[in-house]
């Protein structure tokens, strides 16, 4: 196993200075230097603390670049060394890209999101590939995660799209009633407007009857609407019904368009 070990570069007066990320243009010019020393440099230049964690081995470092910030230097120095950097606070912390979720322990927060639906075990996973810094698992419905403030931040956010986006996406059931349209006949129509449905008529002895649906839970909703204002609509033998696939137009504009133009039409997007 390989063990880290942790050296802070700067980390006294540093902290103290106001100026620790404004720094003037100016050059920095390494040759074969570690970059150990390296970021020692650049830590003394700039004012500004950094923590390297390193290993065993030495990282030579060539570069001959002029910069116009503490981060900018950090950010050339750890890219000529294969290196990645966390800014926390005033701080950067540098270490290999498989190590820095060990380098950045220190200074993680834990927090915990609770999902809308039972998904706690399929969120988890992708806010783990999402936050490769932080240690996300799914404990007892919940999300606990370990990481530094930023990333809780980002994941958060992340959380709230993702755990809605299940929620919508989670299959779901609903059975609508008929009351006057035939079943056989609406089914076809819903099925053309909701293509991620799963749509089941059933006919009445004497027309109506019901129409199940299956499929994501934010159709279901959309769908009982539509099917309900057909079920008013569909009941003269002269009523006809047909659906058009746009390639160009807004769906929403021509419904809103037909409305006006053809009172008696009944379009639904």
Not at 79 to 93: E, Q, T
Not at 95 to 123: C, H, K, S, V, W
């Amino acid at each position: 196993m390989k063990i880290l070990t942790i050296s802070t570069l700067v980390l006294a007066a540093a902290l103290a200075s106001a100026q620790t990320q404004r720094v003037s243009t100016f050059a920095i010019v390494f040759s074969g230097t570690d970059v150990s020393k390296a970021l020692r440099a650049v830590s003394l230049r700039t004012g500004t603390g950094i923590v390297f964690a390193s290993g065993k081995e030495k990282i030579p470092v060539s570069l001959d670049v002029t910069v116009t910030s503490a981060e900018e230097a950090v950010r050339c120095v750890a890219s000529a060394a294969g290196l990645a950097y966390r800014k926390v606070g005033n701080i950067f912390v540098v270490a290999p890209p498989t190590a820095m979720r060990q380098a950045l322990e220190p200074y993680a927060i834990r927090t915990t999101l609770t999902p809308e639906g039972r998904n706690a075990d399929d969120l988890a996973p992708k806010l783990q590939d999402l936050l490769p810094h932080s240690t996300v698992r799914a404990t007892g419905g919940r999300i606990s995660m370990i990481g530094i403030a930023e990333d809780v931040i980002l994941a958060q956010e992340i959380f709230k799209d993702l755990d809605k986006r299940l929620v919508e996406e989670a299959p779901s059931t609903d059975v609508v009633v008929l009351r006057r349209a035939p079943a056989a006949q609406i089914a076809p129509l819903v099925t053309g407007l909701y293509p991620a449905l799963k749509v089941t008529p059933t006919s009445g002895e004497k027309g109506g009857g019901a129409i199940a649906l299956a499929g994501p839970a934010s159709q279901l909703a959309s769908a009982r609407a539509t099917i309900e204002k057909l079920d008013v609509t569909m009941v003269s033998e002269e009523a006809g019904y047909r659906v058009y696939n746009l390639k160009y137009a807004s769906a929403p504009d021509v419904v809103e368009f037909l409305k006006q133009a053809a009172p008696k039409v009944d379009a639904y997007a």
